[in-house]
């Protein structure tokens, strides 16, 4: 028996990578009834038989896209299209959810100024890293590069924001780059699946379709402050144990928002998303 990971799954297909190299398996029926085998699994397999015989404990497992043992995973964010922060936000909330460390990544810095990625920094600074790159020119890129030796990452955010175009250049590959529709200035998704590509000794970039679709069901509006680093750091200072920095008198997070110590734009997505997920609340029960 070996030990592989699965990178691209097609159809019933599976392509493990194994000692340098890519190799098409197949899952024996136990295997498939017993747990569905998903993009960045670890298992074990016989390479004579082509069949995966076992998928080994995962560390996590992301809903949508389905994807398994994700060390990291990179927001990306751009100046075009314009930024849709709210998908960020939602993004970092289910990596907070799910112990996936985040980054944010500014890219086509050749074409903004610095107050773009300022205004990303003065966003998310308190909850991830936040790098400002270009991965038309390189700018940047090396310093990433450190920070993700080592780890299965994901890439995440927007289409047309430059995914696929910093995958390339980290990986040596050249898969297909999505451009902005002219008509709507939204990017044109390019990619069909979940795939895993090399990026380094121990290095992977896993490109993923479907982030757009992540929604928060499974968080209450209760608890939502909690996977707001910034605002848990100032929730004891509260009048109310459980407040949740909305309505409440005396609120620490607010007063701290005011003072200019908390982002106030973050602020408000936070006061949209509270107020989303607590109609979605009532709707359902």
Same mark, same amino acid.
């Given at each position: ?19 340098? %190299? ?5 899952? %024996?029926?136990? #295997? ?5 085998? #998903? ?45 849709? @922060?709210? @998908?960020?936000?939602?993004? /970092? ?31 998310? =600074? ?19 590069? %450190? ?7 994901? /890439? ?10 910093? @995958? ?15 008509? #709507? ?8 699946? =979940? ?17 757009? /679709? @992540?929604?928060?069901?499974? #968080? ?16 004891p200072l509260c009048r109310f144990n459980m407040c949740t920095h909305t309505a409440e008198p005396d609120c620490a997070v607010k007063s701290a928002v005011a003072n200019g110590r908390i982002n106030g734009e973050r602020y408000e997505r936070y006061a949209a998303l509270f107020e989303q997920l607590k109609k979605a609340e009532e709707e359902r029960f």
């Amino acid at each position: 028996m070996k030990t592989g990971k699965v990178v691209k799954s097609v159809g019933g297909v599976f392509y493990v990578f194994c000692d340098g %190299r890519r190799m098409r398996l197949f899952s %024996r029926k136990k #295997i498939r009834l017993r747990d569905e085998v #998903i993009v960045g699994d670890n298992v074990l397999f016989d390479e004579k038989e082509r069949t995966i015989e076992k998928v080994l404990p995962r560390t996590n497992r992301l809903v949508r896209p389905p994807v398994a043992n994700v060390d990291c995973a990179l927001i990306f964010v751009a100046p075009s299209p314009e930024p849709d @922060l709210f @998908l960020a936000d939602k993004i /970092l909330l289910n990596c907070f959810r799910q112990d996936v460390s985040p980054l944010f990544v500014v890219n086509k810095k050749d074409i903004s100024d610095d107050a773009f990625c300022d205004r990303i920094k003065s966003n998310y =600074s308190s909850a991830a890293t936040v790098f400002c790159v270009s991965a038309l020119t390189g700018e940047g890129v090396e310093a990433l590069k %450190r920070a993700l030796a080592g780890k299965t990452v994901c /890439l995440t955010g927007q289409s047309a924001v430059g995914k696929t175009t910093l @995958l390339n250049l980290l990986t040596g590959e050249n898969m297909p780059t999505g451009d902005l529709s002219e008509k #709507i200035a939204r990017g044109k998704n390019t990619t069909r699946h =979940s795939e895993i590509f090399g990026a380094g000794q121990d290095t992977f970039l896993i490109d993923t379709p479907g982030f757009s /679709l @992540l929604d928060t069901q499974e #968080i209450r509006a209760f608890e939502l402050g909690l996977f707001y680093p910034d605002f848990a750091e100032q929730a004891p200072l509260c009048r109310f144990n459980m407040c949740t920095h909305t309505a409440e008198p005396d609120c620490a997070v607010k007063s701290a928002v005011a003072n200019g110590r908390i982002n106030g734009e973050r602020y408000e997505r936070y006061a949209a998303l509270f107020e989303q997920l607590k109609k979605a609340e009532e709707e359902r029960f």
